[in-house]
């Protein structure tokens, strides 16, 4: 009889190991591999919106320091002082209230100062500040340019911006702002998001574009993934390993649970329950990619497409190798800086919103809008020609003028081109580009 026992146990455990690891083959471990993957997915996404916040900031503060260095008024005196006309003394008393005005307008400022030679005109500053070594890198150059410094706490972004006439430098101007605030911001959830020079050591083992699932740093393990901004500087975005896949691993710990009772009921039971845990996780990871995608394929200021998601549109174009009658519209918003330096920026984003409004209030529901940058942006029109693509304009052209709610016109110039293939998309874009900054000459003539 114990022999018979003996026997009848060996029999049951053989059982109950063969459906352990049936469940495991079959349930558990493709649903693992699912989260694993769709939890990447996520991830990748969001690295990518982080990344673009830290591009628009780039784009922001450049665009400041530019506004700065073209005021044609305040280079005029610099021209003046050269030749002899004025002294020091009155340059700077003619600098600073029109220099000031400029300056109001940037956000978070630190520091802005405007260099004549080596000697510093006007200086606005929150504190005492050793100017001179944040414009040490960038002296002699006539590129903007611009750096991150770490200075204790704080983050900052330093803007480089040479002041030219006929190509010749006259005047540098150099603005810091702190961007602490928007990189808090963006290490919110347990991240640490970093913007290293692309030579960095923090690089060194690092592909861009790679998704590192079990990088190590200090003896812990982060997912990792480096977002080139630009050929100098990368946006490094981590997080606990732990926390990312935090719900594969609650996953697999009720799993563990449930094996360890051993019996063919609860192996039923946990069947079950794995199935309503899993499919509700992988619900929730496809909503929260839903919304990383929103983040990646919609800009948050107009409602508009981002180039992200334009880029993505015509690889998938050119994939499918599939040629239809497109036209692609390049569209850039009239006198859009001097909107910007006079009212503020604002109402430079109210413009914004109101044409990306006015172009899907006259497009049709095939055709979509894609914000390329600042002010311009690109019109897709599907299954139409040139002529008609005008006509269509035309009449965005007068719903601008017809609905401005602004005390000042509002006007576009726009180029139009038809795509041969797709695999001419970027060649089009091109020629519209093109037609598109001769209608601003024209309009200037």
């Known amino acids: 009889m114990a022999a018979l026992i003996s026997k009848l146990k060996k029999r049951y455990y053989v059982y109950i190991s063969v459906l352990i690891l049936a469940l495991f083959g079959t349930t558990f471990v493709p649903m693992q591999r699912e989260m694993n993957r769709q939890v990447v997915e996520n991830y990748k996404l969001l690295a990518e919106s ?21 005021r044609t008024a305040i280079r ?23 220099y000031q005005d400029g300056v109001d307008i940037i956000e978070n400022m630190v520091l802005a100062v405007r260099y004549v030679g080596d000697r510093p005109l006007v200086v606005y500053s929150n504190g005492v500040i050793d ?7 960038f002296w002699g150059s006539t590129d903007v340019g611009y750096r991150f410094v770490v200075d204790g706490n704080d983050m900052r972004m330093v803007v480089y911006s040479p002041v030219l006439y006929r190509n010749a430098l006259i005047a540098h101007d150099l603005i810091v702002v702190d961007i602490s605030k928007q990189m808090r911001e963006l290490a919110q959830d347990g991240f640490l998001v970093s913007v290293v020079e692309s030579g960095s050591d923090m690089l060194h083992d690092i592909e861009p ?26 946006v490094l975005v981590c997080k606990s390993a732990g926390e990312v896949f935090a719900s594969v691993s609650r996953v697999s710990l009720f799993s563990i649970a449930g094996f360890a009772i051993g019996l063919l009921i609860i192996f039923f039971v946990l069947h079950s329950t794995l199935a309503r845990l899993a499919n509700s996780t992988i619900r929730e990871l496809g909503n929260s990619r839903d919304i990383y995608k929103k983040y990646a394929n919609y800009d948050l200021l107009t409602g508009a497409y981002t180039r992200v998601f334009f880029e993505n549109w015509v690889k998938g174009l050119q ?6 009658k497109l036209v692609v519209v390049m569209i850039d918003v009239d006198e859009f800086k001097q909107i910007n330096d006079t009212c503020g920026h604002e109402t430079g984003d109210h413009v914004l919103q109101y044409i990306v409004a006015a172009l899907k209030g006259t497009l049709r529901e095939k055709d979509f809008v894609i914000r390329f940058g600042g002010d311009e942006f690109i019109v897709v029109l599907d299954g139409i020609d040139v002529e008609k693509a005008h006509k269509i304009f035309d009449r965005v052209s007068h719903r601008l003028c017809e609905s401005n709610p602004f005390p000042f016109a509002i006007t576009i110039s726009y180029g139009v081109s038809q795509v041969g293939s797709a695999q001419e998309v970027y060649e089009a874009i091109k020629q519209a580009d093109r037609a598109m900054y001769q209608q601003k000459r024209d309009k200037k003539l």
């Open 76 to 98: 005029d005196f610099i021209l003046d002082y050269s030749r002899g006309i004025i002294g020091w003394e009155e340059l700077q008393t003619a600098t600073y209230p029109k």
């Open 319 to 324: 994939q499918s190798a599939q040629d239809g």
């Open 50 to 70: 982080k990344r673009q916040v830290v591009a628009e900031l780039i784009s922001g503060f450049t665009a400041n320091a530019r506004s700065l260095s073209s």
């Open 131 to 137: 100017y001179d070594s944040y414009m040490r890198p």
């Open 209 to 234: 574009e790679h998704i590192y699932e079990r990088h190590m740093i200090e003896g812990q393990a982060y997912v990792c993934v480096a977002k080139p901004i630009s050929d100098t500087y990368t």
